[in-house]
């Protein structure tokens, strides 16, 4: 429900969900059953300054569920020594989020810096378990409580007539507590991450971005996972109004590893995976219908994780 007070808005929601999942491994007879019903409200509140610029705050309670991958249990493997298997048991995180920001738009140039506190319950988080003989097994459990506070950056705008940019950045500390799976001490951290795209409409049918993102060090219950990040380029040819070429360049610099450091009384390790995520890829586009439409941003889908 929206309601509009002069310069001032007013915007209401509630979201009624129920929610069944049943698991039933029948290879190794394992079942599990989830049901219930829950409520998700959000509050958002907006004050136009003036023509280019606008305070809001909202509150907002959201959901994040765990994949049918990791609701899994079979025990899969994945070399010799290392195992992975689901958890059925996994509840959805839920998390409270309180945001405040400021935008300024003049013109093609848009700045937003939102300051936001997020607290939330029953967050997935990776656990390791020693096996024994060398070998560990990878699961998913359950948090008890997280917590994290930023501010976020964002600059859309242009350089030159062809020339335009996004950018987006991450300052935020996170404390995650993990007394259930073991861990009697909170752990917490600062952090750092951003993506950003430089576009350039070389012609009226040519067009390059050239994009790039880094996601900072991130705690886990037994250690953390160090800074990672990837550079990639497009090209996008307009071949005719319905028919487009595409070229992607992926992981440029061949930069893209994931780096897991466990470090507890029982367990210390420092596991790097580096996949070869580094290659270019050739496709065509066709567009169906949408004749008279606002034409799409020619962006691209870069093939590579991203988290």
């Known amino acids: 429900y929206e309601q509009p007070f002069g310069d001032f808005t007013l915007l209401g929601g509630l979201r009624l969900e129920q929610v069944e999942i049943d698991v039933d491994q029948v290879t190794q007879d394992i079942q599990a059953t989830q049901d219930y019903v829950r409520l998700y409200p959000s509050l958002h509140a907006s004050w136009r300054l003036s023509d280019a610029r606008r305070l809001s705050a909202s509150y907002s309670r959201r959901v994040q569920r765990p994949s049918a991958f990791e609701l ?5 493997f994945v070399d010799p020594f290392n195992y992975w298997q689901g958890n059925p048991f996994l509840k959805p995180q839920v998390t409270d989020s309180f945001e405040a920001a400021f935008q300024h738009r003049d013109g093609g140039t848009l700045y937003l ?26 699961t998913r459990e359950n948090l008890g409580e997280s917590r994290a506070g930023g501010l976020e950056l964002v600059a859309n705008g242009k350089l030159t007539s062809r020339l335009s940019y996004n950018l987006s950045g991450n300052v935020f500390w996170n404390e995650i507590e993990a007394s259930r799976l073991g861990f009697p001490e909170p752990r917490d951290g600062f952090s750092v991450g951003g993506r950003g795209n430089l576009n350039w409409q070389v012609t009226s049918k040519d067009f390059v971005q050239l994009n790039g993102f880094m996601n900072g060090e991130r705690l886990t219950p037994q250690g953390y996972r160090k800074t990672s990040g990837m550079l990639n380029v497009g090209y996008r040819r307009k071949l005719d109004e319905r028919l487009s070429l595409m070229v992607t360049g992926q992981d440029l610099l061949s930069t893209f590893k994931d ?25 065509f586009n066709w567009t169906f219908g949408g004749q008279g439409q606002k034409p799409r941003e020619p962006a691209f889908e870069f093939g590579g994780p991203s988290d």
């Open 113 to 138: 810096a939102t300051v936001y506190w997020r607290q939330s319950r029953d967050g997935v988080t990776e656990v390791v378990r020693d096996l024994g003989g060398g070998v560990l097994l990878r």
């Open 259 to 283: 780096v897991q450091v466990l470090d507890t009384p029982a367990l210390r390790s420092r596991v790097v995976r580096k996949g070869n995520v580094r290659g270019v890829f050739v496709g």
């Open 72 to 76: 899994n249990p079979f025990r899969q």
